[in-house]
């Protein structure tokens, strides 16, 4: 069974930080590959980046709740509803 | 399709509501140069496009203005919690609130809601291409004229980042142009 490990609140936050800083990053490089597709050292940074991401999205999605809907790693309960909600300044 | 994450593309953490702040703030929401025109600009453009390489910026851009549409709402709404009702009263909110109390509806400034008439799709790459170079910088000037009319450090964060991410897409855009 996979028991959802909760995690003090500020931890979460400084973690969403760096999931967002991570995801500008990419979105940047991202845009930057669209009009220069083949740019090798752009491709490097992106793969670079995701690899950094998906270490960061289980770990933080595991004791903090899911950040997208294929996120809900609790087996007990159906975190995605619980709040706070990406508009709230709790969540921020 | 799209996948919604549960969280902000930038921080919005406002202490002090101000309803005056979100009247003219909401103008990046359903005004005619906010984030829904530039999503559903981009977004719809796409399929005429032949040219791979502006189909993934439009998607691309278009995607991240549906974030800024949220960042915008999320000012909003925190910019009009745990109003009094006189703070309402006294304030330029208060035609605003009387239709929609302190939900988020997409207008104008000026209390006109969003209209699909203020974006473009011609289906031809250089006009369409030359609508978004100019629908950038409309909202670039748009986040300026914001900022000259508000002074809280916790709305002007966030604003700063909306404002800088049209300069980006800009540049992005006009490098098509540019490479046609």
Known sequence: MNHHQPIDRDTCRREKMQLRALDFAIQETVLFLDAYPEHPQALAYYHRLCEERRELLAKHEKHCGPVSMYGNANQNAWDWVKGPWPWEPDAN | ?180
């Open chain 2, 1 to 180: 399709m799209w996948t919604y994450e549960k969280k902000l593309q930038y921080p919005v953490k406002i202490k002090n509501p101000n309803p005056k702040l979100a009247q003219i703030i909401i103008s990046q929401l359903g005004g005619p140069d906010g984030e829904i025109g530039a999503s559903m600009r981009y977004l719809h453009q796409r399929y005429s496009m032949p040219y791979g390489q502006v189909v993934g910026i439009l998607t691309d851009v278009g995607t991240e203005e549906l974030a800024h549409m949220e960042m915008v709402s999320a000012i909003i709404h925190q910019l009009t919690r745990n109003l009094s009702e006189d703070e309402i009263a006294k304030s330029p909110f208060a035609t605003y609130f009387v239709d929609h109390t302190t939900g988020v509806y997409p207008v104008a400034a000026s209390g006109v809601p969003y209209d699909m008439k203020y974006i473009g799709v011609k289906g031809d790459v250089i006009a369409d291409l030359n609508e978004d170079l100019a629908a950038e910088q409309k909202a670039r000037v748009t986040y300026d004229n914001i900022l000259r009319l508000i002074d809280d450090p916790d709305v002007c964060d966030p604003i700063k980042f909306l404002r800088e991410r049209e300069v980006v897409h800009y540049q992005r855009f006009a490098e098509r142009v540019q490479s046609g």
